[in-house]
RNA sequence: GCGCGGCUGGCGGAACGGUAGACGCGCCGGCCUUAGGAGCCGGUGGGGCAACCCGUGGGGGUUCGAAUCCCUCGCCGCGCACCA
């Protein structure tokens, strides 16, 4: 037995990915699959700084669970790719002086060398990357689709424009107000004409449909946030000169207590409304509201700001005519752009009346709260004839009688605004839309796809406002599709999220070229049998994915409606109790810790290190616990290999059964971090019973390989195996086995344990109570007294109450 | 402000309402070694010689029995946020 050799990690490895390579070990056949069980997970961005711990941690919980259903009997399909488009990949090839086109190939190759290295189980056939033409052509495709429903549409809307970069910059670049790169220079918005995909139409359906979804609670609650559904009704405030101001309120129980109105400083009826003398301060005050970035007008707890348009408004309720103002505050992209102001019931009314010295009327009272600002649970006052009624039924009831009148209409609102998916960038796929003067806008016909992204080296975003692509007349000059006239391309390139919105429709067919995805692979494989990926995405990749195949499923291209049925998130790895970031120097690299342990022990640590839906704190330290575990498994196989074969101890029989049974219920519930303490504890029972056999090794190497799968595979072609361990049956739980032997039982008294009993299986209440009160520490403490009552739970615990 | 999570040894973390701290790290002691940063064996929540007592963020409740369920307060993390 001192003949075990060294587990060289780096050796095996390399040995068995080359040889899953070379015996297409990991490409289902995807015509003919057996329980298709389609495992997909969140495709990375590929930055240049390489694949990051949090990738390798999500997509090793991901392998692990598709391994695990393949080991259950699943054709697995597990594919990958690169969501390489966007916003990032161009700033950073700005700011290093690179050609995005040059530089994501490169990354791209780092992301494949270290997801190989790291034993993911992926069908590289189907690898895929959104900024090639041949995907980017069904994007554009897909774009085309929208737009020939009605629902991709131009409007006009405000975008962030640093005057330094003199470019349109996202929100995510705006730090308070100012540019991310230019920290001295204040952002501005201007306003330009952009497309926009009508996802607010579906809103109740994305909302309705979450309850039909098995995905991860707090995934389910972000976007039920983001959708935001509320109810109330719209009212309608008259001026004199019978313009109608419509507004949306939550309160309209509160309507009494509208002391004035506000409208969005954009509001089309501002101009109407405005008095003589008071254009002046009107026209000052907008121009300084369109000064501002996008972000910082939206960002709240700050002195409120606003102008009087020297004009009245009725209140529908009470008859009195009340001031209406502009102000920031009141944002035209949500509800009608204009609201009734209850400063006693709605704190930033209330900051606004005190800023300016408004009128504040009570007209909800609480008991013990002198102002409930906000209260739902209240009283009407002040509100004839309302007035005692609770606030619930009050609104129902003003909505009816002020609709009687015709001022008052009930109304469910959403916070969802519509998808803008204009970017006045350059690393995209173009918008396929030709404009000509005669036709208006046209859609590039499909047989003009895809609308190539030039090679241009001054990608450089400029002045203009508009797209660098802008500055290529040779490019944008065309032929209308439509009527052969002079015309020109749209030069804005589609949003990241639109690439990412469909790429699990590709995979399956990416090999094809004459049609975005075959119909029959698609019904193979599709929906997504689980996703895995990170709660950063919780609201809008996973909210427009949804979206896009919905409309795809009412078009007819698909026939499901929802693409993920079953998702889980995965949490965050965090590193000494911060989350990993370049600033604070935390960032862990896969790549050495790979090198110096391996794969095997780098993925099962990182699965160890706390619950994966929950996250953990990575530290290197425990890495050695994991290792030492792989260490024995290779060394108690190899002693066993050879061996004569004898039967299993009964203790290391009824554990390995346990086992079993754990790993796979901790295993589908993704729970691996018990999953693998139960696999050492097998490990540790296996070596203390002494004379290990081989029957007690080959089926925890089973267990082990969605874990470690180079190991096991190693392991089990040492036990003379000629096919992948992926090929081997998952071990069968015999609950007989495992529940076989003697069963401890504790003995409590009034709740506590004074005693432990060693007992067969089975026993009566009567007989463990029978013994019970034989135990000297149990008696005790029953100290003679009658007992009042037992609690007896069969195989685990009796307690006595006396 | 709203919505999710979470709070358990020195640390990461386990515990269908039923033995709190599995598993691992670290630490302590021993064995083996020229050596040990390798390996093996034993110990390791706190207090106490012991019998025992105390312990899952604080307070209250339900229960024979609560880390787990309910109420309440506090703290931490994440997401959203002048959304009317």
Known sequence: MGSVPIYDPAAVESAWQARWAEQHTNEPDLEHPKNPFYNLMMFPYPSAEGLHVGNMFAFTGADIYGRFKRLQGHTVFEPIGFDAFGIHSENYALNIGAHPARLIPKNIATFRRQLQRFGGMFD????LSTTDPRYYKWTQWLFLQLFKAGLAFRKKAAVNWCPSC???????????????????????????????????????????????LDWSPSTVAMQRNWIGRSEGAELVFEVPSGERIIVFTTRPDTVFGATYMVLAPEHPLVDALTAEEQRGAVREYRRQVAAKDIVSRKVGEKAKTGVFLGSYARNPATGEAIPIWIADYVLMEYGTGAIMAVPAHDTRDFEFAKQFSLPIRQVVRREGDPLPIEAEDGTLMSSSPFDGLPCAEAKRRIVAWLGGRGTATPRVQYRLHDWCISRQRYWGPPIPIIYCAA????????????????????????????????????????????????????????????????????YPSSEIDDRPWDARRTKTWLPVSTYIGGNEHAVLHLLYSRFITMVLHELGHVDFEEPFPKLRAHGLIIKDGAKMSKSRGNVVIPDAYIQKWGADTFRMY??????????????????????????????????????????????????????????SIDTERLDYNTAIAAMMEYVNAVREEGTPSRGAIEPLLVLLAPFAPHLAEELWALFGHKTSVLAAQWPAYDERLAAAGDVEIVVQVNGKVRGRLTIARGATEADVRGLALADESVRKFVDGKPVKKAVYVADRLLNLVV
């Not at 003199?166 to 497309?195: M, S, Y």
Request: hydrophobic residues 40%; aromatic residues 10%.
């Open 124 to 127: 590289w056939r189907h690898e």
């Open 166 to 212: 003199k470019t349109v910059i996202a929100n995510e670049q705006v730090i308070n107000g100012f540019c991310e790169r230019h920290p001295d220079v204040r952002v501005e918005q201007r306003v330009l004409e952009q497309w926009f995909f009508a996802i607010s139409k579906y809103a109740e359906r994305l909302l309705g449909n979450l309850a039909t």
């Open 439 to 506: 036709c208006g806008p046209v859609g590039v016909p499909d047989r003009d796809l895809p609308v190539e992204l030039p090679l241009i080296e001054d990608f450089r975003p400029d002045d203009s406002g508009v797209s660098p692509l802008a500055r290529h007349r040779e490019w944008y000059f065309v032929k209308c599709p439509s009527c052969g006239k002079e015309a020109r391309r749209e030069t804005d390139v589609s949003d990241t999220f639109l690439d990412s919105s469909w790429y699990f429709l590709r």
């Open 606 to 663: 990182l699965m160890f290190l706390g619950p994966f839906q929950e996250g953990g704190d990575f530290r290197d330290e425990g890495i050695t616990g994991v290792r030492r575990f792989l260490e024995k498994v290779w060394t108690l196989a190899h002693e066993v290999a050879d061996a004569p074969a004898h039967p299993l101890a009964p203790a290391v029989e009824r554990k390995l059964h346990q086992t079993i049974h754990k790993v």
